[in-house]
């Protein structure tokens, strides 16, 4: 009779080789990873709101009002929201904001949306901008006789 050992091998949940790879994709891949997580910058939640009207509201904490400039080109039906950060010459220490430039142009694809209409308010580093809707857009009841 001979004595044989059974020796069961259970790898871990993250081989070796994932997780050599995930560390060397974050070093030598990091421009692209940064970017990725750049793209949705600034946060922008989009709805609308009881009376129908399209509002965009924009989390830009540390921004001023200054920094900010929404242009609208109606012949293009987009409206373009942009930001210049620009580091103050006494930036003060220990604050760290992510607050960075950007530009992000939304467009009216339904062209539902009257863009010579637009209100924007900004507080407290929230920009909220609305936009109403055209009235030839609203749906009509037609009497049938």
């Known amino acids: 009779m001979t004595n044989t050992a059974i020796t069961l091998h259970r790898p871990g949940l993250l081989g070796r080789t994932v997780f050599d790879d995930v560390f060397n994709n974050f070093f030598n891949d990091f421009p692209n990873l940064l970017q990725q997580t750049t793209q949705g910058y600034p946060v ?3 709805y609308q709101n009881e009376k129908g009207d399209t509002v965009m509201e924009f989390a830009l904490a ?3 009002k200054e920094d900010l400039s929404i242009e609208v080109l109606p012949e293009k039906k987009a409206i373009t929201v942009s930001a210049r950060h620009s580091v103050p010459a006494e930036a003060p220490t220990g604050k760290r904001i992510a607050r960075r430039s950007f530009e992000k142009t939304y467009v009216n694809f339904d062209n539902n949306l009257d863009l010579s209409s637009i209100s ?4 407290n580093g929230l920009l909220c901008i609305v936009v109403s809707k055209r009235p030839e857009v609203e749906p009509i009841s ?3 006789s």
């Open 120 to 123: 924007a308010e900004f507080e």
């Open 44 to 46: 922008t939640d989009i």
């Open 62 to 64: 540390g921004f001023k």
């Open 142 to 144: 037609v009497k049938i």
